[in-house]
């Protein structure tokens, strides 16, 4: 295992699995709290389009599609507090227009869908200094709002017509919570790929709430599940040779599997303090 | 002048282009005790969302504290507890932090708790009977708990004004009266409450005033002795100061 500390692309790689697996759940969480566990989806797929219109362009595909998902974000929050549209509706469109979108660009681009591939499934031995800059720049915004804001980020995604009557800017932290889904999601694209970065958000909150009570153990466990899942997945894979972004996931949800035994059966077992009550 | 805690003034909404309240006037002095009542439709619930700035106002004027709706800052002075529990969101959250989060008007933007606000967070779940359910998952809690927590979240923020939307929808008799020995308990501080309800059961001994709405319009603002309330046989002539409750904080169960 120390031999793979020796190469370059894998060190700049267990690196950017760190900051990945930290900062995908650490908004992730956030998601999961207001039910938009799909946004990371949607998101991934409009930030194909971004990635689209980076090779036609010309231009760095992860700045294109950080501006391009970032956009996305704003408009699907707009779209969910203003527009007529139900929630999963206007996620769908954002699918459906996202992987369009995004090959028909590649396609202008003079390049088939095959361009895209990199993207799609991750491609974390590519990665390079210039990238770690911003993978780790970028992720670490993320780590830093959503632990630094995360009582009114909290506030926001329990329960929002209650903050909004608290005072707290629902609007504005609705439309940064989305922004820095997109963002995580850019900063995932190169070591899980857009077609499972959603996974890497919502999973290892699926994984830790099997056996936490609280929303603060929920956040915290999560990154570490996160954190485990994104090194530990890409060190595997270099072992048996697979790709790493699907291994991460399915260690993220082997992870789940056994929360979800293991809280299942400290559930059976707890006592019964408090006796069943009408109100 | 003293100030009222709510002054509502010739209100207009509409929802979906429908007109839902058509010029209401409600006052809430403070100290007083108003109950907000009528049949489902006639605008209740679109008076006090509105009051709280969750409905646009089509015309017509909402202060609270004697400042207009629009410029209101003081938000933590002001306490809402919602009508359907909404409590529980898509990760587990213990009732303290739930409730803690009742004490974000005075950090809006930014900012982690303080020892104050623990303070206040712990006092609030005592006051509610809550206090052995602390750490407890709110999902793990009957609705009438839930409740109860959403009830000290208001409390939290050390409200002179409580809004309260239905918050005995679906809650046994026995509990109710729980809950109007807790709400007795607030009056009897000086805390102003406004409550939506359908009917006023055990409550109806602290109601300084009833106002009744009937498709849009109050139709009635006054004593709740006028009203004819074919399920309550015995009207119980309050003096206005509730015993204080005393076993309230120590056993909230009663079965």
């Not at chain 1, 501006?67 to 954002?94: F, P």
């Not at chain 1, 994104?230 to 991460?248: D, R």
């Not at chain 1, 399915?250 to 069943?276: D, Y």
């Amino acid at each position: 295992m120390i031999e793979l500390l020796g190469y370059d692309f894998m060190r700049r790689a267990l690196i950017a699995a760190v900051f990945t697996g930290l900062a995908a759940p650490a908004i992730g969480t956030f998601l999961v709290q207001r039910r938009l566990a799909l946004l990371g989806d949607g998101l991934g797929h409009v930030a194909l389009t971004g990635v689209a219109l980076g090779l036609l362009t010309g231009v760095a595909p992860i700045l294109t599609a950080v501006v391009v998902a970032g956009l996305g974000a704003v408009l699907i929050e707009l779209l969910r507090m203003y527009g007529r549209t139900s929630a999963d509706v206007a996620l769908a469109m954002l699918f459906y227009g996202g992987i369009a979108g995004g090959v028909l660009l590649t396609n202008l681009a003079d390049e088939s869908a095959n361009s895209l591939n990199s993207y799609l499934f991750g491609a974390i031995t590519t990665v390079s200094d210039g990238d770690l800059v911003l993978v780790g720049a970028l992720g670490v915004l993320v780590v830093v709002l959503s632990i630094g804001l995360s009582p009114q980020l909290f506030a926001v995604c329990q329960d929002e017509e209650h903050a909004k009557v608290s005072g707290v800017p629902v609007r504005l932290y609705s439309i940064l919570i989305a922004v820095l889904a997109a963002v995580t999601i850019t900063v995932a694209m190169r070591t899980v790929g857009l077609l499972l970065v959603s996974a890497l958000m919502v999973v290892p909150v699926a994984a830790s709430q099997q056996v936490t009570r609280s929303f603060r153990a929920t956040h915290l466990a999560a990154m570490v599940v996160g954190l485990f899942a994104a090194v530990g997945g890409l060190v595997t894979s270099y072992e048996i040779e697979t790709q790493p972004g699907p291994t991460i996931v399915l260690i993220a949800l082997v992870i789940f599997g056994v929360a979800s035994l293991v809280g299942a059966a400290a559930r059976r077992r707890r006592p019964r303090r408090h006796p069943v009550d009408s109100a | 002048m003293t100030l009222l805690p709510l002054s509502v003034r010739d209100l207009t909404v509409s929802l979906d282009g429908r007109p839902v309240l058509r010029g209401v006037d409600l006052d809430v002095a403070a100290g007083e005790f108003v109950a907000l009542l009528g049949s489902n439709g006639s605008g209740k619930s679109t008076l006090v969302r509105a009051a709280v700035g969750l409905t646009p106002i089509d015309a017509g004027r909402v202060e609270l504290f004697g400042t207009a709706l629009d410029r209101f800052r003081d938000r933590q002075r002001l306490g809402y507890v919602p009508q359907r529990t909404r409590a529980v969101a898509g990760v587990p959250a213990t009732v303290r932090e739930v409730v803690m989060s009742g004490r974000l008007a005075r950090r809006r933007f930014a900012g982690w708790r303080t020892k104050a606000d623990l303070v206040a967070v712990d006092a609030a779940i005592d006051r509610v009977g809550l206090s052995d359910r602390t750490r407890s998952s709110v999902s793990e809690m009957s609705g009438g708990q839930q409740q109860r927590a959403l009830i000290a979240r208001a409390l939290a923020s050390e409200a002179e004004l409580l809004i309260m939307d239905e918050p005995t929808a679906g809650v046994d008799h026995d509990n109710q009266e729980t809950l109007s020995e807790l709400l007795g308990s607030l009056v009897h501080d000086g805390t102003s409450v406004l409550l939506v309800a359908h009917e006023l059961g055990p409550l109806r001994p602290l109601i300084d005033r009833a106002v009744v709405l009937a498709d849009g319009a109050v139709v009635h603002d006054g004593p709740c002795d006028d009203i004819l309330d074919a399920q309550h046989v015995h009207v119980h002539r309050h003096d206005g100061s509730p015993d204080q409750p005393d076993g309230f904080s120590g056993n909230p169960m009663k079965v």
